[in-house]
């Protein structure tokens, strides 16, 4: 393998980098020891009459750029000072780079797993011999391979290629560290031999990747995210209850604190080319023209510097460092500062009756009895939350104890340079101590700077971070931590001057709040109450709709968000409930706090005076000059938007996004199993069938907090589906710790979970847990609202699914003009004779289903006959006469029918929309902030239906809609009009396929609807319009046994009489 130097020439005549790469280093030649002819391709066009070899040569060689080294060779002279400096630092790059080149020859990848492979890569770094000259420096490489190790043993590098680049990355900062501590031996072969083998298994891994593909993978990998404006939620308990996110900030702690670092890839890092044809090797800086590369670090007792060189980057390449998310131009701040109307309680937006049912408390009986019960899960409701009663406490005054200003911060790619950036000869600073300093004293150093720019307008959206380490410099009292900034700051300077152009900014985070009491402020103090405008979930969710009606058409990221739900305890006498507050126009300085993945303060509910509000407090002592900040615990379902979101706290546990993401697929293993859109709907037919309430139903709604708050007025059959909903979550709550464990530890490549893991699991299900009962509240909340405008009390709405009386089937499958037999004769008339018709029309009527005594039976007799004929019947490309005698056979094994409610269409009250709602920069587009749009919600004939089908997704704006697409087949049986061609249709294909898939669907799931890729044969138009709702699929989950095997083992065994063309 080669060694010394890496280096490129520019092409001056087609603009093009000639660069020195691999290729030439097999035979451990240096790199500009080669033969130029190999980049000189032959032309003559331009070159006035010489060749391209000689005419690029004499340029190259007449710009004092490129030197002759030997008869085909040269040198750069950006890199060497004549001749002889070449000839040394050849001779002795070559004896270093020896043992290098025969261990590189012994390894051969087996492709078992890059796992394996990127073990192989390790270990041949950790068997080199290499002669280490100091005993620390040995130490120090040892404990850096084991972190390695042990990262790659817990699964920390997916085994994809970007895995392979991060581990390639970490063993790059094990040379770079050998490199400052002198040993340029010892991190030159660390370098080459990681350079050699990861750039080797990349190329294998392109090469698998090519072989393994599928034309399904290449689609899927295609495809872009379609997601438009999220739901976006930020609630107390929303995601993760207060006391259990303590526990995982107490766990996070605990994980090494290396692997926080590197907790979060960004887009833009993995987005360059790969652009590492590096090398390092040790030399003398010498000419301007030398690079530095990572830090330079100087050397307190002499001027010798530790210098690691470099190829220069094109503008479109960027170094693959694992840093963390990184801000990006789309996701900054804009420059405009948001004002709002300063409130000092809280502004009920509508329903203000129930509003104020909601924000008061109700306290239980036995409430002291409780409080002193919450450690004892034995007792009956204890593990409910109780009310927390706060005595009136004033808050914190803005400019006094508070201040409200511009506010910055650094995003994960910056603290991990910061990192990096840090002197590593000083061993009494630990990793713990150097993250203090970035977050208490350079972030608060960073605030202070930024105080200028309140009330200016003229607030940057980046701010050179170098001003707030240079005053934490100026302001630090401790010699030793003075000395260490000092030697950061050193170190800055040198990088941002490397060829590297290290960057070091904060970016605007817009208003904060910051501590400007002189004593700072105690654990749990009360700062202030969390104002804004309270909506009732139904006219909150109204307003998103809204919103997306008119960003429906932007690509512009979506707006900030200051709404936050105020969720009742489930521990008062009334139960569990929410609203939400929005502080985006009316609110106070609590509405500017901003988040943190680390946060010195909370939002709470608490009950003061007899009323619900949220209030900040404080976690943990808050020093003077420190932001004040709070989790915010959102949500967000667009990855696109979760990514985009990059948070700024700084803190060293940051996760990377102030946004949680939460996938349609996320969480969703046992509902697809136990509770899909078959299972709701026969919760939901058995609620309708017999709403009568048991004792145990009443005890499974109290035992999940849900009491009078959130059902008063509901009819008893919604009451009755509520039950089913909440038994499903709880026993979702049972089971699911097992399945996310399962994924954390196939994800992690763990050989088995540890408590840690365990833990981590437990968390996350008791977070599902809460955002399900918070799904069915707003749902229980929406449903309500849209019955009391429908029909003025909603107890009195009647069920959304009605049984149909065996006479009402036959008449809807055979007799009406609509029935099932008349689509299904209207298709045929189109391919015979009339005669042959009316002798088919007699014959039906002779087979007519008896309206009198067995009526099931009788029809499923007739529709067996029909079958029978129709399996005689001639095919022909287009009529298919088979595909009719499987549907009619589908439904004569169908057992139970029924039909939805039709409700009354309705608008809401209008809604006014400012551009400000949208985002920033609409109030620029639309007219001003103050030019106002209505807008009215309308809701469908099958809103009602939908919602409560849908009720774990209460963003979506019309859930009716998607009704169709999840009872395709599986609920909804096809038009008899799909197996006849419609005129100007050439054929229509039911081939094999087309009926394994069905039959695969009937057996293996028969809760998933008929949308299968190249599904085109089928179409259910006219039973939707029918209101005709039964299956057999349908009918195996109301009986709790497998689809009919009876009915399945004739679909399988039907032989066809033709065989045509797919």
Not at 124 to 139: G, M, Q, R, T, W
Not at 369 to 380: F, L, N, P, S, T
Not at 491 to 504: F, G, P, V
Not at 819 to 839: P, Y
Request: aromatic share 10%; with cysteine; proline share 4%.
């Amino acid at each position: 393998m080669f060694s010394g130097r890496h280096s490129h020439f520019s092409d001056t005549v087609t603009g093009k980098k000639l660069s020195f790469t691999s290729e030439h280093a097999d035979n451990g030649i240096e790199p500009m020891d080669c033969d130029m002819s190999h980049y000189f391709q032959e032309k003559s066009d331009g070159n006035h009459g010489v060749s391209a070899h000689d005419f690029k040569r004499q340029k190259l060689e007449s710009t004092g750029k490129m030197i002759k080294a030997g008869p085909d060779s040269y040198y750069s002279k950006s890199m060497y000072r004549d001749k002889e400096h070449y000839d040394s630092k050849h001779k002795q790059s070559s004896k270093v780079s020896a043992r290098v080149n025969e261990a590189i020859a012994r390894v051969s990848f087996r492709g078992e797993s890059i796992e394996k492979d990127m073990s192989l890569i390790l270990q041949c770094v950790k068997d080199l011999k290499i002669p280490f000259k100091k005993e620390v420096a040995s130490a120090r490489c040892r404990v850096e391979l084991t972190k390695v190790e042990e990262k790659l043993g817990r699964g920390f590098y997916s085994g994809t290629s970007n895995g392979v680049r991060a581990f390639k990355s970490e063993l790059f900062d094990v040379a770079r560290k050998l490199f400052r501590l002198k040993e340029f031996d010892a991190g030159n072969d660390i370098f080459t031999m990681t350079f050699c083998l990861s750039k080797q298994l990349l190329h294998e891994l392109k090469n698998r990747d090519v072989i393994d593909s599928s034309p399904f993978r290449r689609k899927f990998e295609g495809l872009k995210s379609t997601s438009s404006l999220s739901s976006r939620k930020r609630g107390i308990g929303n995601v993760i209850r207060e006391q259990v996110i303590g526990k995982r900030r107490k766990v996070h702690d605990e994980i090494s604190e290396d692997e926080s670092e590197y907790n979060y890839l960004s887009k833009s890092e993995t987005s360059g080319t790969d652009g590492e044809d590096d090398y390092l090797s040790q030399g003398d800086k010498d000419d301007d023209s030398v690079i530095s590369e990572s830090e330079v670090e100087s050397d307190s007792e002499g001027e010798r510097k530790v210098v690691i060189e470099r190829e220069r980057f094109s503008d479109d390449e960027t170094e693959n460092r694992f840093w963390g998310a990184r801000m990006t131009k789309a996701s900054m701040v804009p420059p405009e500062t948001r004002k709002y109307e300063l409130i000092e309680e809280y502004v009920v937006v509508a329903d203000t009756d129930e509003v104020e049912k909601r924000m008061s408390v109700n306290l239980p009986k036995d409430y002291d009895k409780m409080m002193q019960a919450q450690e004892d899960k034995g007792i009956e409701y204890s593990h409910l939350e109780m009310p927390e009663l706060r005595e009136f406490k004033p808050r914190k005054h803005v400019s006094e104890e508070v201040i409200e200003q511009e506010v910055y911060g650094i995003d994960p790619y910056t603290h991990n340079l910061l990192l990096d950036s840090m002197p590593t000869h000083r061993l009494d600073f630990s990793d713990s101590m150097k993250h203090q300093l970035i977050e208490d004293d350079i972030l608060k150093a960073l605030n202070q700077e930024a105080r200028q720019f309140t009330g200016s307008g003229k607030a940057p959206t980046k701010y050179p971070l170098e001003n707030a380490v240079q005053r934490a410099l100026e302001e630090c009292k401790d010699p030793a931590k003075k000395s260490f900034i000092a030697a950061l700051m050193k170190n800055i300077k040198i990088r941002k001057d490397s060829h590297m152009k290290d960057t070091y900014f904060a970016y605007r985070k817009g208003l904060g709040v910051v501590c400007n009491h002189a004593s700072g402020f105690d654990k749990d103090e009360f700062i202030v109450e969390f104002f804004g405008e309270v909506y009732p979930a139904w006219r909150w969710f109204e307003k998103q709709d809204a919103i997306r009606f008119f960003q429906k058409k932007d690509k512009e990221p979506a707006p900030e968000f200051y709404n936050i739900f105020l969720e009742r305890p489930k521990g008062d006498a009334s139960g569990y409930d929410l609203v939400v507050v929005d502080a985006m126009h009316k609110a106070n300085y609590a509405s500017r706090i901003c988040h943190s993945c680390r946060p010195n303060c909370e939002a709470r509910v608490t009950a003061v005076n007899g009323r619900y509000q949220i209030g900040v407090y404080t976690l943990r002592p808050v020093e003077y000059g420190e932001e004040l900040t709070f989790d915010y615990n959102s949500i967000t379902e667009s990855k696109e938007e979760h990514e985009k979101s990059i948070c700024l706290c700084g803190s060293h546990i940051c996760r990377g996004s102030y946004l949680n993401f939460a996938g349609p697929e996320t969480f969703q293993e046992i509902m697809k199993e136990g509770h899909s859109v078959l299972h709701r709907y026969d919760l939901l037919l058995r609620a309708c069938i017999d709403d009568s309430l048991m004792p145990g139903d009443w005890d499974v709604l109290k035992q999940a907090g849900l009491g009078s708050c959130l059902l008063d007025g509901l009819p008893e059959w919604t009451i009755k589906y509520a039950v089913g909903v909440v038994r499903f979550i709880n026993e979702e709550k049972k089971f699911l710790p097992r399945e996310i464990l399962k994924n954390i530890v196939n994800e992690r490549k763990l050989e088995r979970a540890g408590e840690s893991e365990a833990l981590e699991a437990e968390i996350q299900a008791d977070g599902v847990f809460n955002t399900r009962l918070q799904n069915l509240a707003i749902t229980l909340d929406k449903v309500r609202y849209a019955f009391k405008r429908i029909y003025g009390n909603p107890s009195l709405a009647p069920p959304p699914l009605r049984m149909l009386k065996p006479a009402d089937v036959v008449g809807l499958i055979w007799k009406h003009d609509n029935s099932v037999v008349a689509d299904l004769l209207a298709g045929v008339s189109q391919f015979i004779s009339k005669e042959d018709l009316q002798e088919f029309k007699c014959r039906l009527r002779e087979h007519e289903p008896s309206q009198e005594g067995n009526i099931e039976k009788s029809l499923q007799q007739s529709l067996l006959w029909l079958r029978d004929e129709l399996c005689k019947a001639p095919l022909s490309s287009v009529c298919r006469h088979d595909g009719a005698a499987d549907l009619i056979h589908m439904y004569a094994y169908t057992k139970l029918f029924f039909t939805p409610q039709a409700y009354p269409t309705f608008d809401s009250p209008p809604l006014t929309i400012s551009p400000l709602d949208l985002g920033p920069k609409y109030a620029h587009k639309l007219g001003g902030a103050s030019s106002l749009m209505e807008w009215k919600k309308t809701y469908g004939k099958d809103y009602i239906l939908g919602q409560l089908i849908f009720w774990n997704k209460p963003n979506v704006d019309d859930p009716g809609a998607g009704l169709l697409k999840a009872s395709k087949g599986c609920l909804i049986l096809p038009d008899p009009m799909s197996c006849y061609a419609k005129p100007g249709h050439q054929h229509l294909v039911y081939g094999s396929m087309d009926r394994l898939q069905m039959l695969r669907r009937m057996e293996h799931k028969p809760s998933r609807s008929w949308t299968w890729k190249g599904q085109l044969f089928w179409e259910f138009n006219k039973n939707i319009n029918r209101q005709l709702f039964g299956s057999p699929m349908m009918d195996s989950i109301h009986q709790g046994t497998v689809v009919s095997q009876e009915m399945v083992d004739w679909l399988k065994k039907r032989t066809r009489t033709i065989q045509l063309p797919l």
